[in-house]
């Protein structure tokens, strides 16, 4: 397995240095420095600016330094709009992010195979078709249009129906403690940020999750019906497994490659963030970062952490084939 | 969430962690010395907030509002009426006895730089005192090349031996702030003088502005590279905690020199009636604690005003109708029910659509280029634009004046415009270009940055100069790409805006002298001898009746040429939460939170 794991990363390099000579070939299409600029710029203002931004010298050595940066994870770089090292912006961004994304990607992921298999246990039947129903309606709507419905009904009317009964708000219409963002404070007080985090985060993880719910049943209730006219499944039957057994033990392990090659693919994405959520919920996750630093032309940013989305992307494709070989042992990793 | 209600928070946040006993996470709140509750105001920044809060780099609004609660400037905007100066890190104002040439200064005594961290920047000390090589120091910073001079542009050429020092210190690794400027005289460490190049008038803004916010070179060299994040000035507030792009906590700066709330007979008496003059003649700031919160999209914004959690909101226009009658502009009664208050404030706006004047089809200052632009503009009807995208909001003017400033003319219409829509005249003066209707002239490229509406309002654009046949090739690019297209001169055609940086019309019209073409200021490339030399002219005069009527034959002159089609100025709709006292806003200046208190009992 290992062999195969080193063989996959040494295959992968030239992708990853393509990718990264991409990125930057294209931010640097248009010329960034006219952004940063102050009113009323000099020709040697100018130049002054450029030497600053780095973009003076040749692209080969941006490109050589910029790679030295990935190898070494040293992301000494200041971003140009924020004027601090992006490493400290990746430290700062990287746990909000994480604190929306993985509770509902594990809580979706969750709810989606459970309602699926459940549609799949009572496939034709009302309650099969009820959830499908309730699926497809979710997933009819824009995510903005739950986030804003979400932050108006979750949070601000919520609260003020609380505030009536002399309750303290419990979810925050938008806002975030810096606690969170920190690991000590976890450590040290960890009741005091999971307070915390049911005030900033929960709502924002409960739209996630309503969003994201339709889209998992209906693919996961796919692969469970498809399943489910298995050859095993008969043989399982036959040998007199009970229905519960077959749904839990046989059917949802042959499901698996399916589910974690969806797992997986949404690995990456994770760190990207929940974009909107994190705009309307003043979460200063990466997404937001990120989106700050499009708009800004902030090239040490956006190279950084498309990069080190990239790089995700391919470890997670790595790790699917790795994870595959581990749930059926029909797959060989060779 | 400082309530001495249920918690629901801390009771969820135990059984999330498993944990039976929780140190409160909205806990009670704290007691200030004497006993009382600490008064905290809260206030919203629109948009991601301050980048930096080291005056310097700072360019935003958003970074003025930052910086100014932290620092100070020898001048400063007058709370009572934003367009006059008060003297601030002075003891009075400065005065010259050359006719504006060399300005006297003597700083105000009693006033401390404050360092609030455990290890101060002051040999252990909490404060030190302002001093003159502060003044200068702090000057000298904006020519030092390690800021990327991003804010010379305020003195260039103004104090005579400053651009010399810009030069010799841009071929040496660091500056030498050591080095000396002829034109900063010390006296002493309390007086001093500065020598401009030569009378301009409109330095004294310029001292008012917070990029010439005075810092401590110790605490620069004691920080350095986080110097941005931990200011040492000697305003009303100082930093407790600033994250970027989420958070803003100040505390009240507890050896904060005698600043007094305005005396009563500088209101107005419209402000006198709003009662704007109740705290007079007592001491500031009223607040121990200030709390920014950054918002990106309204709607959270809006809603933490609702609740009462913020203590003013602008009204974006999607929300306009919830608090005021659309047609009268008057706030609803059900908001005036709740003690909720309205301000306005117009801002020194020139929202425009320029030409690039070196421009071969739409350029130049010939008979027939000169008949193109007048004709774009009299088949535009920006009121339609008004009404269309602003609820007819804005304010529409002639010329590059925004209301309220010398020059500006009466009602907005000047003695003689292109004002639209006269769709007979624009199609004579498009026949006159040499396109009837707008035979063969091709569509001119318009650039717009994306975002907004500027979609929708390029179409209407479209829509209205079509009636005189003139084609327009819309080109919605992101805000950086249209900075560089109309900074390279790329752009024939380009929509822009621009707000005064300081109350002076000089400000404004400095966009069309020829030297400050792009990249520079001009963005029109506007050049024209005449102009330029009136220019000269009034940049060193002091306000009066003789400089206002140049600034009007300026105007006129620029009217006629019509590098751009304008203009429009923003009414700003403010709300005031009934907690929130003496507070008025304006975006003229931001250092007015220190005069505004709060009253805890109001709040819901």
């Given at each position: ?108 992921t ?145 499901a698996m490659i399916p589910v974690i090659t969806r797992v997986m693919i949404s690995l ?48 997670s494709?790595?790790l699917t084939d790795v994870l595959y070989a581990l749930v059926d042992?029909?797959v060989?990793?060779? | ?604």
């Amino acid at each position: 397995m290992w062999s195969f794991i080193l063989r996959r990363l040494l295959y992968n390099i030239p992708v990853y240095l393509g990718i990264v000579l991409v990125v930057m070939l294209i931010l640097r299409v248009n010329d960034p420095v006219y952004a940063a600029l102050g009113k009323n710029p000099s020709v040697e203002e100018i130049q002054a600016k450029r030497e600053s931004m780095g973009i003076d010298r040749p692209f080969v050595e941006q490109y050589g330094r910029f790679l030295k940066e990935l190898v070494t994870l040293d992301f000494k770089r200041e971003s140009w709009d924020l004027k601090i090292p992006v490493k400290q912006l990746l430290d700062r961004t990287i746990l909000p992010s994480l604190l929306i994304t993985v509770p509902t990607l594990v809580t979706s992921t969750i709810l989606g195979i459970g309602i699926a298999l459940v549609a799949a246990y009572f496939r034709g039947r009302a309650v099969d078709k009820t959830l499908m129903i309730l699926a497809v309606l979710g997933m009819s709507v824009s995510y903005l249009v739950y986030v804003i419905v979400g932050q108006y009904f979750g949070a601000h009317l919520l609260n003020q129906s609380l505030a009536a009964r002399d309750l303290d708000p419990l979810f925050a219409t938008s806002g975030f403690d810096p606690a969170l963002s920190d690991l000590g404070t976890w450590a040290r007080q960890p009741a005091r940020n999971a307070g915390m985090w049911i005030t900033y985060c929960c709502l924002p993880v409960l739209i996630g999750v309503f969003v994201s719910v339709g889209y998992d049943t209906r693919f996961y209730r796919a692969v469970m019906v498809e399943e489910t006219g298995r050859d095993y499944i008969v043989t399982a039957r036959a040998k007199g497994a009970g229905n519960r057994r077959v749904m839990f033990i046989h059917m949802l392990k042959n499901a698996m490659i399916p589910v974690i090659t969806r797992v997986m693919i949404s690995l990456p994405f994770l760190l990207e963030g929940a974009i909107v959520v994190e705009v309307y919920f003043g979460i200063p996750g990466m997404g937001r970062t990120l989106i700050g630093a499009i708009e800004a032309k902030d090239f040490p940013v956006i190279e950084t952490f498309t990069a080190l989305l990239a790089g995700i992307f391919i470890l997670s494709n790595i790790l699917t084939d790795v994870l595959y070989a581990l749930v059926d042992p029909r797959v060989r990793l060779s | 969430m400082t309530h001495t209600r249920r918690s629901w928070m801390n009771l969820l946040g135990a059984c999330a962690a498993g944990v039976l006993c929780l140190p409160a996470a909205g806990a009670a709140d704290r007691v200030e010395d004497g006993g009382r509750a600490p008064k905290v105001l809260q206030l919203p920044i629109r948009t991601d907030g301050p980048k930096s809060l080291d005056p310097v780099e700072g360019s935003t609004t958003y970074d003025n509002m930052a910086c100014v609660q932290v620092y100070e400037t020898l001048l400063e905007g007058a709370y009572w009426n934003p367009r006059e100066m008060e003297p601030r890190l002075l003891a009075e104002m400065p005065t010259s006895d050359d006719g504006g040439k060399t300005w006297n200064f003597k700083l105000k005594p009693g006033v401390v730089f404050y360092d609030p961290s455990p290890n101060p920047c002051f040999g252990g000390k909490p404060t030190r005192p302002i001093r003159t090589d502060d003044v200068f120091y702090s000057l000298k910073r904006l020519a030092d090349k390690k800021y990327t001079y991003e804010n010379y542009w305020l003195i260039e050429g103004a104090v005579e031996g400053l651009d010399e020092f810009k030069a010799t210190q841009a071929n040496n690794a660091a500056c030498d702030y050591d080095a000396p400027v002829s034109g900063f005289i010390k006296i002493s460490d309390s007086e001093f003088q500065i020598r401009l190049t030569k009378p301009v008038y409109r330095f004294l803004y310029v001292l008012s502005m917070f990029q010439t916010s005075i810092v401590a070179r110790e605490a620069v060299e004691h920080y350095g590279a986080a110097f941005d994040e931990t200011p040492v000035g000697t305003g009303p507030f100082a930093v407790e905690r600033f994250v970027q792009k989420q958070s803003l906590s100040l505390v009240r700066n507890p050896y904060y020199h005698e600043v007094f709330y305005p005396e009563r007979d500088k209101w107005s008496d419209e402000d006198r009636r709003l009662r704007m003059h109740r705290p007079a003649g007592e001491r500031v700031p009223f607040v121990d604690r200030i709390e920014f919160t950054m918002f990106v999209e309204d709607q959270p914004m809006w809603l933490q005003f609702d609740a009462g959690n913020i203590a003013y909101t602008e009204v974006p226009a999607e929300y306009f109708e919830k608090a005021f009658n659309k047609r009268t502009k008057e706030l609803l009664p059900e908001m005036r029910e709740r003690g909720i208050r309205a301000h306005n404030d117009l801002l020194l706006d020139f929202i425009f659509r320029g030409f690039n004047m070196e421009d071969p089809v739409v350029g130049g200052y010939s008979e027939r280029a000169k008949a193109l632009r007048q004709a774009i503009n009299l088949a535009m009807d920006l009121n339609e634009f008004n009404e269309t995208f602003y609820n007819g909001l804005n304010f529409v003017y002639d010329g590059p004046i925004p209301p309220g400033l010398d020059g500006y003319p009466p009602d907005g219409m000047a003695p003689h415009s292109y004002r639209g829509p006269n769709l007979e005249l624009a199609r004579q003066k498009l026949a006159e270009a040499g396109y009837p209707n707008g035979q063969g002239l091709a569509p001119l490229q318009f650039y717009t940055s994306k975002g907004s509406n500027n979609a929708e309002q390029l179409d209407l654009m479209k829509r209205q100069l079509a009636r005189i046949g003139v084609r327009i090739d819309g080109q919605l690019v992101d805000f950086s790409t249209l900075i560089e297209a109309v900074n390279k001169k790329k752009a024939p055609f380009f929509s822009f805006a621009w707000s005064s940086d300081y109350p002076d019309a000089e400000n404004n019209l400095a966009l069309f002298y020829g030297p400050n073409e792009a990249p520079g200021a001009n963005h029109y490339n506007y050049k024209r001898p005449e102009y330029d030399a009136m220019y000269e002219q009034i940049r060193v005069m002091p306000p009066s009746d003789e400089r206002t009527a140049i600034y009007e034959r300026m105007r006129d002159m620029l009217i006629e040429d019509a590098p751009f089609v304008g203009s429009m100025a923003r009414v700003r709709y403010y709300l005031v939460a009934p907690w929130a006292l003496n507070l008025r806003p304006t975006e003229r200046h931001w250092s007015w939170f220190k005069y505004v208190d709060v009253d805890d009992s109001k709040r819901p």
